[in-house]
């Protein structure tokens, strides 16, 4: 009786060993996607202190990293903070059942979640439209005709990366006809795309 019970116990210590790390990756090599999560976290972590984001002590706690990452999230591109591709975020949800039974949240889950959430920058496009009828992606004439193939490249030049995680930003001119805004976005919609947003 006493085996079994330190048996239990056994199990019980190793189970509270695991990290939200060793989770997180689990879940990436199941489905076969190369994603280092412990290099991920690091480097980013690296890159919030070199930009005077946070400082060392302050990587123990959840609530502060939550606040000081989501108040810079938009105003950084994901490689100014060591994120040079895109991260699929559909490994990351599976394993959320699993890290919430671990009970509070850990740091490095937090910070995994933002760098996450900042590499789908990577395959967010900004199109413009004038009042030519013209679209600019990244400040480059896009031609109508070529529209789908450009855009799909674009994706396509991120592995692992699809139309549903995507994102089209656009901005038109006060003069741009409205019926070609709505033409381009149902385009974007058609693609496939996971979300068009009008600015």
């Known amino acids: 009786m006493k085996a079994i019970f330190l048996l239990l116990l056994f199990f019980q210590w190793q189970g509270d060993q695991t990290s939200s790390i060793d989770i997180i990756q689990k879940h990436y090599n199941n489905d076969r996607i190369e994603v280092n999560v412990t290099d991920v ?109 450009v855009l799909m490249g674009k994706i396509n030049e991120h592995r692992y990366a699809l139309p549903a995680d995507s994102s089209v930003i656009i901005t038109a001119d006060a003069r741009t006809p409205f019926e070609f805004v709505a033409f381009v976005m149902k385009k974007a919609r058609e693609l496939g795309i996971r979300k068009t947003v009008l600015k």
């Open 41 to 149: 976290v690091q480097s980013f972590k690296t890159a919030l202190i070199e930009n005077e984001i946070l400082n060392e002590g302050e990587f123990e706690h959840v609530d502060i990293l939550h606040k000081k990452i989501y108040s810079i999230i938009e105003e950084f591109k994901p490689e100014a903070l060591s994120i040079p591709s895109f991260i699929p975020k559909e490994p990351f949800l599976k394993a959320q059942r699993e890290l919430e039974n671990m009970g509070e949240q850990r740091p490095e889950e937090v910070l995994f979640l933002y760098a996450q959430m900042l590499s789908e920058k990577h395959i967010t496009f900004n199109l413009h439209l004038d009042e030519r009828r013209l679209i600019y992606l990244n400040n480059n004439n896009l031609p109508i005709n070529s529209f789908e193939a």
